[in-house]
């Protein structure tokens, strides 16, 4: 059985930082690709972050880039996602999957990950 629970989510002011956790239990972990993904109400969930097997490559979505940064310890079985300058826009349940079986950077297609976290909420104030 795959488990990914994240936390580390809350409420925060514009321009705060938060750190979200995503610990994974089994084996599903090891050297997978890992992603970040979030949904606003009435949105689709879009990608946010995605990081190699051996945390050497990351990629990220257009709108975090250079604000947010992905990292994993595989010691720990878990993957973090670092969030700076936080915007209302930022405002989402945040999700981490995983894609079992790959060890490259996964893609940035909800699809392409096969287990999924029960989300955390990341709140935005102005």
């Known amino acids: 059985q795959v488990h990914l629970v994240e936390s580390g989510g809350g409420l925060v002011q514009a321009g705060d930082s938060l750190r979200l956790s995503c610990v994974v239990s089994?084996?599903?972990?090891?050297?997978?690709?890992m992603g970040w993904f979030r949904q606003a109400p009435g949105n689709e969930r879009e990608f946010v972050a995605a990081?190699?097997?051996?945390?050497?490559?990351?990629a990220y979505a257009g709108s975090v880039k250079g604000r947010f940064t992905i990292s994993r310890d595989n010691a720990k079985n878990t993957v973090y996602l670092q969030m700076n300058s936080l915007k209302p826009e930022d405002t989402a349940v945040y999700y981490c999957?995983?894609?079992?079986?790959?060890?490259?950077?996964?893609?940035?297609?909800?699809?392409?990950?096969?287990?999924w976290g029960q989300g955390t909420q990341v709140t935005v104030s102005s």
């Open positions: 990081i190699s097997g051996s945390g050497r490559i990351k």
């Open positions: 999957a995983v894609r079992r079986g790959y060890n490259g950077l996964g893609q940035n297609v909800p699809s392409e990950y096969d287990t």
């Open positions: 089994g084996r599903a972990f090891n050297n997978n690709a």
